[in-house]
């Protein structure tokens, strides 16, 4: 069964002090992992898309990795701002419209 | 601005009345989603489209409908809404399918009673 898992639940950081979030899935034939984040009363909001083991992409203080078995979203010297629930999901070769997100790590950075 | 719509908002309604969520998006994306989202269960896929008269399952379709009939919106339908369809509900579009940069509306609250 395809599963996408996502740890810890819930971290607490003090800003600066860098860390990574955790995304394992088991799908076979994967098409995309994607990442999200989301901020409370909204809509998620597309951070990456990573489609190859090896892949890695960066926007400011984020980087995301992907492996054949899971993917980390690494923070580096985190700000307040970047306080937010950050979502895992995949999608596959073989139903590319359907999509599987994983539960979310909520994120606090505390100044 | 690019940007996906919801309506309404916050919905308050009975046990088996018939209701639809409206979804349209302004991006001429082919490829449309709706997601509920409950605690502790995460984002589940409702339905979705690949394109106008092209829609399928998620993989929690049981007691909603969908229907594509033009590109832009993609309303979702509870016939006989019951309780555990109390959640937060959002609807996603996206140019090349599946999640690739997809944008997501601001979400329906609805209540079953």
Redesign the interface.
């Known amino acids: 069964e395809d599963q996408v898992t996502q740890s810890p639940e819930a971290l607490r950081l003090q800003e600066g002090e860098s860390s990574s979030l955790n995304c394992s899935y088991t799908v076979s034939g994967l098409r995309g992992l994607f990442w999200y984040r989301q901020d409370p009363g909204k809509g998620p909001e597309f951070l990456f898309t990573l489609y190859s083991a090896g892949e890695e992409k960066e926007k400011e203080r984020l980087k995301a990795t992907l492996t054949k078995k899971e993917s980390f979203l690494h923070i580096t010297a985190p700000k307040p701002e970047d306080s937010a629930t950050y979502l895992c999901a995949v999608g596959w070769h073989t139903n590319a419209g359907k999509s599987t997100f994983g539960d979310g790590t909520t994120l606090t950075v505390k100044p | 601005e690019a940007q ?1 719509t919801q309506n309404p908002r916050y919905l308050i309604t009975v046990t088996g009345k018939k209701l639809t969520v409206t979804c349209s998006q302004n991006m001429n994306h082919e ?1 449309m ?1 709706w ?1 509920r989202q409950d605690p ?6 409702i339905y ?3 394109n106008v008269e092209v829609t ?1 399952k ?2 929690v379709p049981e007691g909603y409908k969908v229907s594509r009939k033009e590109k832009r919106n993609f309303p979702l339908i509870l016939e006989s809404p019951s309780p555990n369809q109390t959640s937060l509900y ?1 609807c ?1 579009s996206s140019l090349g ?11 329906t609250r609805l209540t079953v009673v």
């Open positions: 996906v490829y989603s997601y502790g269960l995460g984002l589940r896929q979705y489209s690949m399928d998620g993989d959002f996603a399918g599946s999640l690739t940069e997809a944008f997501f509306g601001q979400g």
